[in-house]
């Protein structure tokens, strides 16, 4: 069945990165992007950008341009997102989700994985 | 970006009852819309696209409809199993916006 295993937690310092994993099976890699959504309580779902997984090219949200850097390990079939200059505002849950024939309509999510900034 | 408006944030329904959530979308987003289902400590999962089209796997009690900025869910015979949080999510501009959620609980 389709899966994608996110990697854990996270606690971070402010100002550090941290590097979040999605590993994807039961399915095609290449054949479906991958997406990354952000979500908190008080900004709801917000998202940051996607990944075409066949060719590494990637499509930001302008609002997290620079904060987020999205890569691909075709050989893994694992995607990955680098969070850079952290803030207590970048705390949340991060969620990677796949899309294919219809895009940006997301019919397989990750489990999540919480970052908490925090000195 | 779009705003998607969504209404109500929270709804108290009963067994078997039919309810009916709505998005508002700040302009026509041509029925590029989806809807999907939160339940809690979960992530969210696909329940409509294209504003109609039932994905796969979800039960026929789900239904999506609308046009132009306005689009609703309904859900017929509700379910213990349907208390979760609903969101819309826009996808004809770039980037994707979604609604702030509907939380669904029992009465």
């Known amino acids: 069945q389709v899966q994608l295993q996110q990697s854990g937690a996270e606690l971070a310092k402010p100002g550090s990165s941290v590097k979040i994993s999605c590993k994807a099976s039961?399915?095609?890699?290449?054949?479906?992007?991958i997406s990354w959504i952000k979500q908190t309580t008080g900004q709801g779902l917000e998202y940051i950008g996607y990944i075409n997984t066949g060719s590494g090219g990637t499509n930001y949200n302008e609002k997290f341009k620079g904060k987020a850097t999205l890569t691909v390990d075709k050989s893994s079939s694992t995607a990955f997102m680098q969070l850079s200059s952290l803030t207590p505002d970048d705390s949340a849950v991060y969620y990677c989700a796949r899309f294919g024939y219809n895009p940006y309509v997301m019919d397989a999510w990750g489990q999540g994985a919480s970052v908490t900034v925090s000195s | 970006d779009i705003q998607m408006t969504q209404s109500p944030a929270s709804l108290s329904a009963s067994l078997g009852e039919t309810v009916t959530i709505e998005c508002r979308a700040s302009e026509d987003i041509y029925s590029n819309l989806a809807w999907y289902q939160q339940k809690p400590g979960n992530s969210p999962q696909l329940l409509i696209y294209?504003?109609?089209s039932l994905a796969d796997g979800v039960p026929s009690r789900f239904s999506g409809s609308g046009s132009g900025t306005q689009y609703s869910l309904k859900i017929n015979s509700l379910q213990s199993e349907d208390v979760a949080s609903y969101f819309c999510?826009?996808?004809?501009?770039?980037?994707?916006?979604f609604g702030a959620g509907t939380k669904l609980e029992l009465k």
């Open positions: 999510q826009q996808y004809n501009n770039y980037p994707p916006t």
């Open positions: 039961g399915y095609t890699f290449t054949s479906y992007y």
């Open positions: 294209d504003a109609n």
